[in-house]
């Protein structure tokens, strides 16, 4: 049985409906926005506009992990996202940071963040041990390697049992901390060391996931395999594919989606909810 709520710092997230979580990417180098929301000004902007449009949850990245990406430091990474946390935090809004360094972790809750979103899944040293005493929401993520080298030849056994197992693991280190389970969301790691074919099977294959126990997150949006399949190569213009991309994991049992266009998937999750509900509709 999957949870049904996101414990966090001081919020629970309901999720017995898909939540929305919307990407703010304070960096020059994002693969799909870079430098649009550079400054600390525009980024606070975009945030509130994407919570308006109706994100549930924002994350706010200061380093890219597109392929290839190189990492910054600390201390740049500090500068980037704590001014944006703190802002957005401050109009009672949730936010996640999108980070893999404790020490970003640690000032990221101290100014009101509610979530860690860690694409390395707490595996860098110190970063158990901050995630816990953050007291925040966390969610793990699978990648195969790292991100300047993780889609050179990405290979695999068994792609779902694999994924499947690193998570159990990564979740069973936080939990032996006295982490409760109830603060844990997993995410398969669409794009991270995986080629199309095993992202797609990811997708296709959401509800394997749920007998873990518990909820997933999604993202997809904008990204290079949904290009591969309908030939759109320029990111900003993969909308259509990535709200679909993302219906059809909500569809499988995911429970939350992250996306650059929560407009949009706002409107295709309430024609989903329509669906689901049509009972209660005059």
């Known amino acids: 049985m999957v949870q049904k709520f996101w414990q966090c710092r ?4 309901d999720l017995s409906s898909p939540k929305i979580m919307g990407i703010v990417n304070v960096t ?3 693969f799909s ?4 929301y550079y400054s600390s000004a525009q980024a606070i902007e975009h945030g509130l506009q994407l919570a308006e449009e109706g994100a549930d949850i924002l994350d706010i990245g200061g380093e890219s992990t597109r392929p290839g990406a190189e990492e910054v430091s600390v201390h740049s990474e500090l500068e980037r996202v704590i001014p944006v946390i703190e802002a957005l935090s401050a109009r009672g809004l949730v936010v996640s940071v999108d980070t893999s360094k404790p020490e970003v972790m640690t000032a990221a809750a101290q100014v009101g963040a509610q979530i860690i979103n860690d694409v390395y899944a707490l595996r860098r040293d110190g ?14 993520m699978h990648m195969q390697g790292e991100p300047r080298t993780m889609q050179k ?16 693991e990564r979740a069973r280190a936080l939990t032996d901390l006295g982490v409760s389970a109830e603060k844990i969301v997993l995410d398969p790691g669409f794009g991270f060391g995986k080629t199309v074919s095993q ?3 990811l997708l296709a294959k959401t509800e394997d996931f749920l007998s ?6 999604y993202g997809m949006s904008r990204k290079s395999s949904l290009g591969a399949v309908t030939g759109i190569t320029k990111a900003e213009e993969r909308l259509i594919s990535s709200v679909t991309a993302h219906l059809l994991a909500v569809e499988r049992g995911a429970s939350i989606v992250r996306v650059h266009d ?4 706002k409107e295709a999750l309430t024609i989903y909810k329509a669906m689901v509900h049509y009972k209660d509709l005059k």
């Open 10 to 13: 001081d919020r629970s997230i």
């Open 28 to 30: 020059p180098d994002s």
């Open 33 to 36: 926005d870079g430098g649009k």
């Open 127 to 140: 970063a158990l041990e901050a995630a816990e005493k953050s007291g925040c929401g966390v969610c793990l």
């Open 153 to 168: 030849n990405p290979v695999y056994t068994d792609l779902l049992s694999e994924v499947k197992s690193f998570l159990a």
């Open 199 to 201: 992202n797609f099977e």
């Open 212 to 217: 873990l126990g518990y909820p997933f997150l």
């Open 262 to 265: 929560v407009k949009q998937m």
